[in-house]
């Protein structure tokens, strides 16, 4: 019976090594890094996010503690419960698994939304959730970090994700960045060079990074900086 829930069919695993990690493992290991599931705004990302049994726990755990601290005002709950879901992220070579992830995180956040907020449940706010986890669990390859087509097959587009930040009370801002720019920690270390080799294009091209006004150093550069917009209107900037 674990089997079956572990795999979908023997294909997958051949073509894909495709299997599922199973529940009591998945507490396990996210009951190790505890504190930072339990921290509204820590960022997660699940290179291999499959139908997202660690994406779902993680929201789960950072949903309670919304609802501990925040639940007696529907509009701070609502604010941190987008919080908690932009902090999210998940890559799957699979599009079906994407698609099922994404509709498993947001019936997640839906459920605890509709419970804490009642009669003050906002519509825009359902479609920004939506809007964020379709942007935040993509369809691609996580070794090469481009995205692939409807076969799996790797694209030339590098794999982008969004970075979300509460810049005031209502507003986000934010900045797409490259998977690859934002992975690479020390340009300088020697087996980044082996690191990256297999990148058809060289993510330490200067023309990726940009020098920190403070501290001097460089920093990844985003791909794309978008206006401040109300969190419940993150679409509008799509």
């Known amino acids: ?94 599009q079906d698994n994407v698609e099922a992830c994404r509709r498993r995180m947001f019936d ?21 959730v939506r809007y964020i986890f379709k942007l935040n669990i993509l369809c691609g390859n996580a070794l090469s970090m481009k995205k692939v087509d409807e076969n799996g097959h790797d694209t030339d587009e590098p794999i982008m994700f969004a970075e979300w930040s509460f810049v005031t009370k209502g507003e986000v801002k934010r900045k797409d960045y490259r998977l690859d720019v934002l992975l690479i920690e020390n340009a300088d270390d020697d087996n980044y060079a082996r690191q990256f080799s297999l ?23 985003p791909t794309k900086d978008y206006p401040l917009v109300n969190y419940r209107r993150v679409q509008d900037n799509g």
């Open 1 to 94: 019976m674990a089997e079956a829930k572990q795999i979908k069919s023997k294909k997958r695993v051949a073509d894909h090594g495709e299997v599922f990690t199973s529940e009591r493992e998945v507490n396990a290991m996210l009951d190790l890094v505890k504190q930072e599931t339990e921290r509204i705004d820590s960022r997660f990302l699940e290179p291999a996010c499959g139908d997202g049994n660690f994406l779902a726990e993680i929201l789960r755990r950072k949903l309670a503690v919304v609802k501990r601290q925040y639940g007696k005002s529907p509009l701070d709950y609502e604010k941190y419960a987008v919080t908690a879901a932009t902090s999210i992220y998940g890559v799957d070579i699979l």
């Open 108 to 128: 997640i956040w839906d459920k605890a939304y509709k419970a804490a907020c009642k009669g003050e449940v906002s519509e825009d706010c359902r479609n920004a």
């Open 199 to 221: 990148f058809d294009e060289d993510p330490t091209d200067m023309s990726n990074w940009m020098i920190d006004p403070e501290t001097k150093e460089p920093i990844p550069k």
